[in-house]
């Protein structure tokens, strides 16, 4: 065996005595009904044009469930009796001619030890064996949405089974509760992404182009083997007033605001960080009203997160209720507070929601239902903002095109919550400080 190839085995030795995944796969049977099966496919190669594709990154489940980094691979999960489960991979085999062009394969036998599956074969044998062993089982789940659904379904269709049931549920219910070893790869990739905006701060002067500054963070991201979790959404000037920007192609103004949402994916783990500041400029008033409504709907939404067993919407509802306020104070929207918050006229100049899931995905898996509490070691994050449109001849033209959002990523803790990004500044002394202005 050579060198890299030892190295290759030895990082891998390090992942599997932590039996993570063993232990998730474990935990997801045990939420499975009796005789059902789940089925849990790899991501596939994306085409980007012609013959070049896109840097292969696992499907974020599968990835969850087996820690094996390879495409064209499935995990089915059987279980047949209670507290009885039987994992199978189903993997690429090894071809010396086609690993020469796209990298070493594990095959059947090393992946079956990397994740201390009990069987492991290759994939070429997957839908022989879903044809043999799936007759009779009650429920199957499945992830429903990927490029191999209408074979399976057709494959499913002929067993005779009672119910089919998305995995993303069941998942979803454990991957947002995180490890310790979650957590650890979240604050390492929150740590980055705050390093990374504080450099673009610095960065961010009058006559650069927005893909200078995305080239900075994403940049930074590289130097520290992470890459981004999404896009980079670099807007200066009415561009912040595009929820998701992403074209980086404008010169940065003097005096307009800069809006950056961009986060870094650091051994699978998301961070989703947003700032808005002036360049090389102070605070003008109108940006200053509105940044400083946007920052105290952000700051109290975060203080909610302290709450112990708080409801994922009353954070929502509270903040659109401070915004609505703040507008209806600036002479923004018209009407009672109470008008404002039924009719939901707020939209006009708030559209999304405060908070999503962080994770595996930059909006991990996991659902909202009406009664969702707060749980310890949950991500999730905290993004008022207000955007207002430059064209709207109805709000006062220094209002118009400015957009503003703030975000941080909040860990549930038993009786708390921590802030991950909490070290990228965002008070208005402190920025104007930073612009050195
Ligand atoms: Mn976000």
């Known amino acids: 065996m050579n060198k890299e190839k030892r190295l290759f085995y030895i990082d ?137 659904q209408e074979r399976v379904l057709e494959i499913i269709k002929n067993r005779r089974i009672y119910k089919l049931t998305s995995t993303q549920n069941l998942l979803g219910e454990l991957r947002l509760i995180k490890d310790d070893f979650e957590i650890a790869q979240m604050k390492e990739a929150a740590k980055i992404t705050v390093q990374a905006h504080k450099l673009a701060l610095s960065k961010a002067k009058h006559g650069i182009n927005e893909f200078f500054i995305e080239a900075k963070i994403e940049g930074f991201f590289k130097e520290n083997g992470a890459d981004w979790a999404y896009p980079s959404i670099i807007a200066s000037g009415e561009n912040a007033t595009i929820l998701h920007y992403t074209e980086n192609k404008s010169v940065l103004r003097q005096g307009e605001l800069i809006l950056i949402d961009a986060g870094c994916e650091k051994n699978y783990y998301a961070s989703d960080l947003t700032r808005t500041f002036p360049i090389e400029s102070k605070f003008a008033p109108a940006q200053k009203d509105a940044y400083n409504l946007v920052l105290k709907a952000q700051k109290a939404a975060i203080e909610q997160t302290k709450i112990k067993n708080i409801c994922f919407h009353e954070i929502h509802r509270e903040t659109t209720k401070i915004l609505s306020e703040g507008l209806l104070d600036l002479g923004l929207l018209k009407g009672s507070l109470e008008e404002v918050l039924e009719k939901q006229t707020f939209r006009k100049f708030y559209m999304h929601r405060t908070s999503h899931w962080l994770g595996l995905d930059v909006h991990d898996i996991g659902s909202y239902p009406e009664k969702c509490y707060l749980k310890p070691n949950m991500v999730l994050t905290i993004e008022p903002g207000l955007y207002f449109d430059a064209l709207d001849e109805t709000i006062p033209a220094e209002f118009r095109g400015i957009g503003i959002r703030i975000e941080d990523d909040i860990l549930i803790t038993k009786d708390d919550s921590e802030n991950l990004t909490a070290e990228m500044p965002k008070e208005i002394h402190e920025l104007e400080q930073l612009i050195n202005c």
């Open 12 to 148: 891998r030795l390090k992942w599997l005595s932590m039996n993570l995944y063993l232990n998730r796969r474990k935990k997801f049977a045990e939420l499975m009904s009796t005789n059902s099966a789940a089925l849990f496919l790899s991501a596939v190669v994306q085409k980007r044009n012609n013959d070049v594709e896109y840097r292969f990154r696992q499907n974020s489940s599968f990835w969850y469930l087996t820690g094996f980094n390879e495409p064209s691979a499935a995990l089915l999960i059987l279980k047949t009796k209670q507290e009885q489960f039987k994992s199978f991979l189903f993997v690429q085999p090894q071809e010396k001619d086609k690993e020469i062009w796209t990298g070493r394969r594990a095959g059947p036998v090393a992946a079956k030890q990397q994740t201390e599956i009990c069987e492991a074969s290759e994939i070429k044998y997957l839908e022989e064996f879903l044809e043999k062993n799936l007759s009779g089982l009650e429920e199957f789940y499945f992830d429903f949405g990927n490029s191999h």
